[in-house]
């Protein structure tokens, strides 16, 4: 929003939007009420609705334009309290008519003459009764909205509905598959002096066991290091290859299909899920996503934002999802025994700086400094 440098219009008094929207709903209940037959309600109720959406339909966009006339070119105060929305609301509001783009971050301006001229460059229209219009579309807006939430409590489609669940892979035995082919990998590289199949068992998976052995003499912390590296690039790439693929199938599903328990389907966290989601429909994976009441605002909304819809998605899911977590499962073993294997070769007798490691590895420097700190914060040191 801007910032200070901007002077202010007058605000314009709400309306008590709280009775307006009471009123409204309680005019609904009084409507549904008496109908004793659910179909008849059902019915009814869907009328309610429709009406409510054709009042929507007229008088949303007036409200919002006129918002957008009385800041962008009064600088007028507290207008999402004029119309009765959230500040969130409000904002989305500024941004569709500025940029287009409800989620879009509003630039800033030191003045209100860059305001106005910005408004003026990207179209906004400027509308010169905006005050005395606005309060009369904010109020049939309010209502509307207020009719709509209680009308389709009781029409049954106004809920959403769930496709089935795609059953996940073991992820628990593919990644410790993972983690042992790193291991059997990287163990005979570290403990070249001894058999593969003892150096393994004697590197095994422990940091501590791993860095004694990188400081016995016939440890090679230098030829691990690289080893390490080479791991970690090769699950960087098919992580390139494959995150897409199935972060795109698992938006598609949920999206256009509603398929549940998605983040049990691709192995991931729920937190993670939710990223996943946001960035597929909003280009953030910060953002907090919308709500929605039913199947069709949520394929209608995913189709504007213009998530892509793959016929096929549940077919194609689980392959990358293997490959990711497979991949994933690689690059953390790699890495830990990269971080020990720099951390052995920091110290006597390599005494290697972190640029000759880097160069030995084919890694930035700066990831050097970072591995030999996790390392050493590792072992406490």
């Known amino acids: ?228 590296a080479e791991v970690v690039r090769q699950a960087d790439a098919e992580l390139a290859l494959h995150v897409d693929e199935r972060n795109d199938a698992t938006a598609s599903l949920w999206f256009y299909e509603q398929r549940m328990s998605l983040a049990k389907t691709i192995g991931v966290t729920p937190t993670a899920y939710r990223e996943i989601l946001s960035k597929s429909l909003l280009g953030d994976a910060r953002k907090h996503l919308p709500t929605f009441e039913t199947n069709e605002e949520l394929v209608a909304f995913a189709k504007k934002r213009g998530v892509r819809h793959i016929p096929d998605a549940a077919e194609k899911i689980l392959e990358p999802a293997r490959i990711v977590a497979a991949a994933r499962a690689r690059r953390k073993a790699a890495v830990q025994f990269m971080q020990e294997a720099v951390l052995a070769l920091s110290e006597k007798p390599y005494d290697w700086d972190p640029e000759k490691i880097a160069d030995h590895a084919g890694v930035q420097r700066k990831l050097v400094y970072q591995q030999r700190a996790a390392a050493r914060k590792r072992h406490g040191l």
């Not at 009084?30 to 019915?43: C, Y």
């Not at 009328?47 to 007036?62: G, I, N, S």
């Not at 004694?212 to 390490?228: F, I, K, N, T």
């Open 1 to 228: 929003m801007p910032k200070a440098g901007i002077t202010y219009g007058p605000r314009i008094t709400p309306p008590d939007y709280a009775k307006i929207k009471k009123d409204a709903a309680d005019r609904v209940l009084e409507r549904l009420g008496p109908i004793a037959r659910p179909d008849m309600r059902i019915a009814e109720a869907a009328e309610v609705v429709r009406q409510a959406d054709a009042e929507l339909a007229l008088h949303v966009d007036e409200r919002n334009d006129a918002t957008a006339s009385l800041w962008f070119y009064e600088q007028r105060m507290s207008l999402a309290k004029t119309i009765g929305v959230t500040p969130t609301a409000y904002r989305e509001i500024l941004s569709e008519c500025l940029l287009g783009d409800p989620l879009a971050e509003l630039p800033t301006f030191e003045t209100n003459e860059e305001l106005v001229a910005f408004a003026k460059k990207r179209g906004v229209p400027h509308i010169p009764d905006a005050a005395e219009k606005i309060l009369e579309s904010a109020r049939v807006v309010a209502a509307a909205q207020a009719r709509k939430k209680t009308a389709v409590r009781f029409v049954p489609k106004y809920k959403m509905t769930y496709g089935p669940r795609i059953a996940p892979p073991d992820y628990a035995k593919i990644q410790k598959d993972a983690e042992d082919g790193v291991l059997e990998r990287l163990g005979p590289v570290a403990r070249p002096d001894l058999p593969a199949d003892q150096a393994v068992e004697a590197v095994g998976r422990s940091d501590s066991s791993l860095a004694l052995h990188l400081r016995q003499p016939g440890g090679r912390p230098d030829m691990l290091v690289a080893e390490a």
